[in-house]
């Protein structure tokens, strides 16, 4: 091709984005605002820890695998894999009860039914539909473009798309197949993942629990930041040149609503024949584009829907956690009030879901020898403030509340290293739109054809990829992202994922 390409963001999607335009020819130059690639998914050292940053679920590995494959890779070259067992487990408040899942039905399917009598066999009938809706996504509605409404609505979408619940919402979903609270709140948690909460998503959705219980969830050895050291190293086999410490200053525009390059904040300018942002794409438009050349109003954004953001804390203790698994979910009591203080009211959850994800189970590298590594993600509103003080109070709530439903006595004399990072961090490290950790959320409003495009309305030469683009969030859904912003430059208007460039 010989054309130049400019990419902004080193986060997954313009990670994949890089290698699959210089596997074309093109000629690739990524432009990093921090120090070091990977965006949101990320890592850092501290006193012999390891922590990755965001990400921390490798899921849909058959999209991981289709996606180094396109690259001639085998992804089994580049990570480890560790298939989890059990996948995770999930922690009840006030009963002093935890049941683990292996993604393993032969054992699920008996730990549903304690929870829920006659549950199993709807599960099975469950995970039945969920398997069909997941292919049918997969092979005709997540790896195509569109533009307008009769690019969605379709003979395709009229024959297959009907059996997609894309207008029905989750919980209610959900509630046609179980009734107990702690089975619908099993079938729900996976939303997180999304942005999202199950009162205002699309049941199409209830694809996740075919990717949980039927397919596994998988940790590579090293931690979740060696997928970017894997996309890394392929685009630099491939020819791309990397820049860190490069944040952007401007878009160029030329004549012809086209752009021109880019001009960093140290005044350095590099042309480009396109553009690809993965940055925030509220960022893209408001900081480095003039107005004129916005696709969205500022009453556009808004008006979104976002993503929570998150409240972290990244624990390293000086021994081992008994009764702890790789991943671990402590539930809110009270769900609704839950997902409506991060989405309705906005403020602080007064009885917050946690997530506690402990690599060093899994990983010995994770920690030093004999300490263990914790990840806890309390999912907040965006937009929230907080002082220093206010901060470490609500840390050590979270602290409390782990002492008393993991059973960890003396949880804070066993912390040798903490570190807390939530909303502001979003968005001073990433330049995520009032903290949000994900991006928009995907509500009924926010998804398919009515999430932002992955072209530019303004700008002929101007392309999206990421989160806030199609098909949404999450690592595997930033690689088919990044195959879309590929199909969108190249002109392939096809609506499955492809064999080769």
Request: charged share 25%; with cysteine.
């Amino acid at each position: 091709m010989n054309r130049k390409v400019a990419i902004i963001g080193g986060g997954i999607g313009g990670l994949a984005t890089a290698c699959l335009l210089a596997k074309k020819g093109f000629a690739v130059q990524l432009f990093e605002k921090n120090a070091q690639l990977g965006g949101v998914c990320n890592s850092f050292e501290a006193e012999g820890f390891t922590f990755d940053m965001g990400p921390s679920w490798y899921l849909m590995p058959d999209v991981f695998e289709n996606f180094f494959k396109l690259l001639g890779e085998n992804v089994a070259d580049h990570l480890d894999l560790i298939k989890l067992s059990p996948s995770y487990r999930i922690f009840f408040k006030d009963t002093g009860q935890h049941y683990d899942f292996y993604s393993d039905l032969s054992r699920d399917l008996n730990t549903i039914e304690i929870l829920e009598p006659g549950g199993a066999a709807k599960l099975q009938e469950y995970l039945k539909l969920s398997e069909m809706q997941y292919k049918i996504a997969l092979q005709s509605f997540m790896y195509k473009n569109y533009d307008t409404v009769f690019d969605f609505l379709n003979k395709q979408v009229a024959t297959e798309g009907r059996r997609l619940k894309v207008f029905s919402k989750m919980n209610t979903y959900v509630e046609k197949f179980f009734k107990t609270d702690e089975v619908q709140k099993i079938m729900e948690y996976q939303l997180v993942f999304l942005g999202s909460s199950p009162y205002n998503t699309p049941a199409l959705y209830n694809i996740m629990s075919h990717i949980d219980f039927n397919m596994g969830v998988y940790y590579p050895r090293g931690g979740v930041y060696q997928i970017v050291r894997a996309l890394h190293n392929i685009g630099e086999k491939l020819g791309v040149e990397y820049f860190t410490d490069a944040p952007i200053d401007r878009i160029l525009t030329g004549s012809k609503r086209r752009v021109r390059g880019v001009r960093l904040q140290s005044g350095e300018e590099f042309s480009a024949d396109l553009v690809v942002s993965n940055a925030n794409i509220q960022h893209t438009e408001t900081k480095m584009l003039s107005r004129p050349h916005r696709s969205f109003s500022d009453r556009y954004w808004k008006t979104r829907t976002l993503a929570p953001s998150a409240f972290i804390l990244y624990l390293g203790l000086k021994d081992k956690v008994p009764g702890i698994a790789h991943h671990n979910l402590i539930f809110s009591k009270d769900w609704r009030s839950n997902f409506a203080e991060i989405f309705d009211d906005p403020q602080w959850p007064t009885d917050p879901s946690l997530y506690i994800c402990a690599p060093s189970v899994t990983d010995e590298s994770a920690a030093p020898p004999g300490q263990e590594n914790l990840f806890v993600l309390v999912p907040t509103a965006p937009g929230l403030k907080a002082t220093e003080k206010q901060l470490a109070k609500y840390a050590d709530k979270i602290l409390t509340t782990i002492e008393r439903e993991i059973h960890i006595p003396n949880l804070r004399e066993r912390i040798c290293y903490q570190r807390i990072f939530w909303g502001k961090d979003f968005t001073e490290r990433y330049n995520n739109y009032r903290g949000s950790a994900l991006g928009l959320a995907h509500t009924i409003s926010q998804t398919a054809l009515l999430r932002p495009n992955n072209k530019s309305k303004r700008l002929k030469n101007l392309f999206y990829v990421g989160a806030n683009t199609n098909p949404g969030i999450g690592m595997p859904i930033c690689l088919i992202s990044a195959e879309l912003a590929y199909k969108r430059i190249v002109g392939d208007k096809s609506a499955s994922h492809l064999e080769v460039l």
